[in-house]
């Protein structure tokens, strides 16, 4: 008798795992009852990393992996955790992606004409990016299992070739931020002037604390590569943050920007719906209500201003590591030339 068919939403959980009550729970097999306190169904935790982490501390099964879906149950417990909140979500989402594919897969038996037919197929359901972030995960754990001795050599590692993701070109003008700025808000007029200012990613700017504002500048700490930086103080940045501590709607909180309730627009997990919906209506009137009639994102605030200053200058205030990653991603203008002379 063939196995009964899993429900959609356990589809992409290790063998005899699923969810139901809001919780992840393990059906222990018949003869393995006492390493689970003697029942037959064990609450593993309400969250994913939970249950991992409960399983992993249960069994010793990743030791000695052979296919890639114990390979992932291993990356999962051991270097998922390890990352930022938002980049364990888009782990998760491409796991639940490359299980069904390559799970019964022997680790060795992963060769580069695999990567390259999922990539294609899940290019055209889901995108190039999804593509491209679900290679990068399978790509990682095939390196974890090298250093872990479950192979000898990473042989997509310089193989395959990621899709091209053509980069974003809206650089938003002078007078587009002059109108945008009459119709925002005390708190979006606050945060569009620091954005332009500072560079900050959107997660670093609303996490600002008020004891970040030290006497020789913003103490910074990015999010995505932990670089430290101190923005020096100027006339402009001290009014700009003049405006957004006058514009919180409760002034003794630790944050710079808050919502009404005077909490962190920033979640634990990265997200900040409160704050995206804000931005959002506040596009929806430039457009409707200004001379502005292209739309333009939270993020292109950040290519201006690396657009509206030097390459040097822009990467260091950036936190980029090269010139190369600021020139490639972020600036927009293109660069000033002086034509050939034909005098004679």
């Known amino acids: 008798m063939s196995p009964k068919p899993r429900n959609t939403e356990n589809r992409h959980l290790p063998a005899r795992w699923r969810f139901k009550h809001g919780a992840y729970y393990f059906r222990v097999p018949a003869n393995a009852k006492h390493l689970w306190d003697g029942k037959t169904e064990f609450r593993l935790g309400s969250t994913i990393q939970e249950a991992y982490r409960e399983y992993a501390n249960r069994v010793e099964m990743f030791i000695d992996a052979e296919t890639v879906a114990q390979l992932l149950d291993r990356y999962v417990v051991e270097i998922v955790p390890g990352k930022a909140a938002k980049t364990q979500q888009s782990n998760q989402t491409s796991i639940r992606r490359l299980r069904p594919v390559f799970g019964d897969m022997p680790i060795s038996a992963v060769k580069p004409k695999h990567a390259y037919q999922y990539m294609d197929k899940v290019t055209k359901s889901s995108g190039a990016a999804s593509a491209n972030r679900d290679f990068e995960v399978l790509s990682h754990a095939m ?10 050599r990473n042989i997509l590692k310089g193989q395959v070739r990621k899709n091209r993701i053509p980069r974003r070109e809206r650089y938003v003008e002078d007078w587009e931020i002059n109108e945008a700025l009459k119709i925002a808000s005390p708190i979006l007029r606050a945060y569009i002037v620091l954005k332009l200012l500072t560079g900050l990613r959107r997660g670093d700017l609303l996490r600002l604390r008020v004891d970040d504002l030290e006497e020789d500048g913003i103490h910074v700490r990015t999010s995505k590569t932990g670089k430290r930086l ?5 006339e402009e940045l001290t009014s700009a943050i003049e405006a957004a501590l006058a514009s919180r709607p409760k002034d003794i909180v630790p944050w710079l920007f808050c919502t009404r309730n005077g909490d962190c627009y920033v979640k634990a997990d990265g997200s900040a719906n409160a704050f995206d919906s804000l931005w959002q209506r506040f596009v929806r009137n430039v457009v409707s209500k200004t001379s502005v009639k292209e739309r333009f994102q939270e993020k292109d605030l950040r ?3 690396a657009s509206d200053m030097s ?12 010139k190369t990653t600021t020139r490639r991603h972020y600036a927009l203008k293109g660069q000033l030339v002086e034509p050939h002379s034909i005098r004679r």
Do not use: F, N, P, Q
């Open 303 to 305: 290519k201006k201003t």
């Open 230 to 234: 101190i923005i020096s103080w100027t």
């Open 311 to 322: 390459l040097e200058a822009a990467s260091k205030l950036l936190g980029h590591t090269s």
């Open 143 to 152: 390196s974890c299992a090298v250093r872990w001795g479950l192979i000898d």
